[in-house]
Nanobody, 127 residues
Framework: QVQVMESGGGLVQAGGSLRLSCTTS????????MGWFRQAPGKERAGVSC????????YYADSVKGRFTISRNNAKNTLYLEMNNLKPEDTATYYC????????????????????WGQGTQVTVSS
């Protein structure tokens, strides 16, 4: 049984930082691209960032470029999202997801390739 579990969310002031982590089990982690999504209240879930299975390339939503960094440690089956200079509009539930393939090509379409979702972790940025 595959499990995907996020951690690291919380409450932070604008301008602050958080690091999200995502661990998986039951999955050949290094065979799958991984991604982060977020869903704010009243909005659809949207792709934030994705990274290829071997960290060869990564993509970001325009709204987080230069502030967020995705990375992965295949030896630990763990995906990370380093979030800096957080803004109130970053407030959302953040979801980790595994892709069915090795690579990702767009944060807009990566939702079409998701194999497994995590339960989400809440990030709240106060102004």
């Amino acid at each position: 049984q595959v499990q995907v579990m996020e951690s690291g969310g919380g409450l932070v002031q604008a301008g602050g930082s958080l690091r999200l982590s995502c661990t998986t089990s039951g999955l050949r982690f290094n065979d799958h691209a991984m991604g982060w999504f977020r869903q704010a209240p009243g909005k659809e879930r949207a792709g934030v960032s994705c990274i290829a299975h071997n960290s060869g390339h990564a993509y970001y939503a325009d709204s987080v470029k230069g502030r967020f960094t995705i990375s992965r440690n295949n030896a630990k089956n763990t995906l990370y999202l380093e979030m800096n200079n957080l803004k109130p509009e970053d407030t959302a539930t953040y979801y980790c997801a595994s892709s069915r393939g090795f690579s990702c090509y767009s944060v807009r379409t990566m939702g079409n390739d998701v194999g497994y979702w995590g339960q989400g972790t809440q990030v709240t940025v106060s102004s």
